[in-house]
């Protein structure tokens, strides 16, 4: 094992799983994390950085407020920067959704449905 905790090939139920995460701040991040650990391939969309902000900087606010827990548990994950109330962030999310086995989204109800991203939307839009 490395010092990631990432299981070794033959203890990974989650190998050839694709999960792409819209959640934000500690939960969000820390079951991504234990995905990962497990053989997912993980990739996380953040809202853009606020205007202004440094190159680099995160759109998630632990990036801000927890620079180091936030490498912790975004190691080995990529993360991309979508703005999903854009027409191009909606066409990239719907791009990867249809690849992705799991959403994993820390949203309430109303906003997905905002986005588009309901349930009953999303599986007409993605059908298993």
């Known amino acids: 094992m490395t010092h990631s905790s990432t299981l070794p090939a033959t203890l990974q139920p989650l190998r050839g799983v694709r999960v792409l995460s819209l959640a934000l701040n500690l939960p969000g991040p820390a ?4 995905l990962r650990s497990m053989g997912a391939t993980c990739l996380k ?3 853009p950085p606020p205007r202004g902000a440094a190159p680099g900087t ?7 407020y927890n620079p180091t827990a936030y490498a912790t548990l975004h190691e080995g994950i990529k993360v991309v920067s979508w703005d999903l109330k854009s027409e191009s962030g909606q066409a990239a999310l719907h791009e990867e959704l249809a690849r992705t086995d799991v959403l ?3 949203f309430r109800p109303s906003a997905l449905e905002k986005l588009g991203l309901a349930w009953p939307t999303l599986r007409a839009r993605h059908p298993l």
């Open 45 to 47: 969309a953040e809202p």
């Open 104 to 106: 994993l989204t820390s």
């Open 31 to 34: 079951a991504l994390m234990r």
């Open 58 to 64: 995160s759109g998630d606010p632990m990036g801000h």
